[in-house]
């Protein structure tokens, strides 16, 4: 049909379903199987069947041992195993008392499963046209790996059942109203075919968010409703506030070049003198006498490197900084960089949402409370915390929500509240509650995805195909 109307096969599927919707056609299918030979069949027709092997052995062998058949033959002990059973079984061989073999009574008969399987050879054969011996053995050879292979064919046929009413030459019916089809019908009356509005149309993809965008503003609606004020910053931040002021000391592996990506040639401006000096003698002896610091030289050199972020927490220690004595509540949805090998888990640029709380009489239980409310406005209703440990804050919570999909828990983050190390040389004497995590990874869960770089590989099938609410 697609051939005679020069047109594709889509419209012709789609003007069949309209005609037969409307009686004018009947549409029938033909599901045809056949039974062809698979790798190991091929191999029964070409050295025999494993059960007619053993039976050779043994008429060549008249009076071997089981031991000893099991070693001239090249089967595996599996295999081998099955074909003496079935030899047995079928006559082609015997036993005698004190274990011997010998020929059966049928050893020299043709079986008629290799009648089935020789007939194969030449051609597939219709599973409908198999007679009623062909067809038991063919329900016994279908039960043996790899000796049969089945294939399955379709074909629509579609029947004239009635015209529609009229002629098509006799009267002309118009489809589209145009300028030039109002001024011909001055005067006289235009005859317009009806359209079936239910009808099946082609797919429209409009332009719309992507996945990632929409999950953005979704995790940014559930901070705002709870009171929660956004901050942003610089892609480029100095050392200081990535790792110093979160008390990470300079000799730290996650400040190695393996880890973290540095812009070089460019040094950071430091302008707090008063809070570079607290750091520097918080890093050496300690955020009070009688604490311990990290006991070695800090250098100021290191901190005013300058280095794509590895977190958003930069952001929230330079917040803390600025506003010692306000009682608040930040996030931030931000861009950070580690120095990754991409594969299925790890991306080296990736998205992280961070949640901080700084209050007078804030507490732990406080941050197991925000951090439930959260999730569960995420849409993850079993939230549970996990005691871990994490270096700037004391005590550390890791936590994890239940997937109905995947039907386990599922880490999703890590949380705690800020050590005095981290606070105090900023100049801050609340308690200060924080929370982040990957926003990939809970796209996974979102999305059903299980290679975290199908995000962002912008294929059109998997992008048309994702729901708004998943």
């Given at each position: ?5 020069k047109g594709?096969?889509?419209r012709v599927?789609?003007?069949?379903e309209?005609?037969k919707?409307k009686?004018?056609?009947d549409?029938?299918t ?6 062809t ?10 050295n ?8 050779k052995?043994?008429?060549s062998?008249?009076?071997?041992t089981?031991?000893l058949l099991r ?33 059966g009574?049928t050893?020299d008969?043709r079986?008629?499963d ?9 051609k597939?054969r ?5 007679n009623a ?6 329900g ?7 000796l ?5 064919t379709?074909?629509?046929?579609v ?9 098509f030459e006799?009267e ?13 019908s001055l ?9 079936d509005?239910l009808?099946?149309s ?7 968010e992507?996945?990632i965008?929409?999950l953005?503003?979704?995790v ?5 409703s709870m ?12 050392s ?8 990470t ?5 996650a400040r190695d070049?393996?880890?973290t ?5 460019v ?9 570079i000096?607290?750091?520097r003698?918080t890093?050496?002896n300690?955020?009070?006498t ?12 290191e901190?005013e ?9 930069a952001l ?17 949805i931000g861009r ?5 090998s991409?594969d ?12 901080v709380?700084?209050?007078r ?5 406080k941050?197991?409370?925000y951090?439930s409310?959260?999730?569960k406005?995420?849409?993850f ?6 005691p871990?440990?994490?270096p ?5 919570f890791?936590?994890q929500?239940?997937s109905?999909q995947?039907?386990q828990?599922?880490e ?8 005095p190390?981290v ?9 200060v ?6 926003l990939?990874?809970m ?9 975290i ?9 998997w992008?048309r195909?994702?729901r708004?609410?998943?």
């Open positions: 049909m697609a051939r005679e109307t594709p096969t889509d599927r789609r003007t069949i309209w005609l919707e009686g004018f056609v549409v029938v033909d599901v045809q199987r056949f039974v030979l698979g790798p190991e069949g091929m191999i029964a027709v070409k025999g069947l494993p059960e007619r092997q053993i039976a052995i043994v008429k062998n008249k009076g071997i089981i031991p070693s001239k033959s090249t089967m595996s002990e599996r295999e081998f195993n099955a074909a003496l059973g079935r030899a047995k079984s079928l006559g082609l061989i015997e036993v005698e008392a004190g274990g011997k073999l010998l020929p009574s050893s008969k079986l008629p290799e009648d089935f399987l020789e007939s194969l050879a030449s597939e219709r599973i409908d046209e198999l011996d062909e067809k038991e053995v063919f016994r050879l279908r039960n043996r790996p790899g049969l292979e089945l294939k399955e379709k074909q629509s046929l029947r004239l059942v009635r015209l529609p009413p009229g002629s006799e002309k019916l118009e489809t589209v109203v145009t300028p030039s089809l109002i001024k011909q005067g006289r009356k235009i005859a317009f075919s009806k359209i509005v009808a099946p082609k797919p429209v993809y409009p332009g719309r992507h996945p965008t929409r953005v503003r979704e940014r609606n559930v901070w705002v009171g929660f004020e956004e901050i942003q910053g610089s892609l480029v931040q100095p200081f506030w990535v790792f110093d002021a979160l008390f000391p300079q000799d730290h592996p070049m393996q880890d990506l540095y812009v070089m040639g040094r950071s401006k430091l302008n707090s003198e008063e809070i000096d607290k750091v003698a890093h050496e300690g955020w009070k009688g604490s311990i610091g990290w006991r070695y030289k800090w250098s100021r050199n901190s490197r300058s280095v794509l972020r590895t977190h958003t927490t929230s220690s330079r917040y803390l900084a600025e506003n010692p004595d306000r009682e608040s509540r930040i996030f931030s950070v960089f580690r120095n990754e991409l299925a888990t790890h991306l080296f640029e990736f998205m992280q949402i961070e949640g709380v700084s209050e009489g804030a507490t732990a239980r941050l197991l409370g951090m409310e959260f999730y406005g995420l849409g209703e079993d939230v549970r915390f996990v871990t440990y994490f700037y804050t004391e005590p550390s890791e936590p929500v239940y109905k995947l039907e828990w599922i999703l983050g890590g949380s705690g509240v800020f050590r190390e606070v105090r040389p900023l100049g801050v004497k609340n308690n509650l924080a929370w982040g995590f990957g990939e990874r796209a996974l869960l979102r999305y059903g995805l299980k290679d770089r199908d995000l962002y590989s912008n294929s059109l099938k992008l195909g994702v708004e609410y998943p």
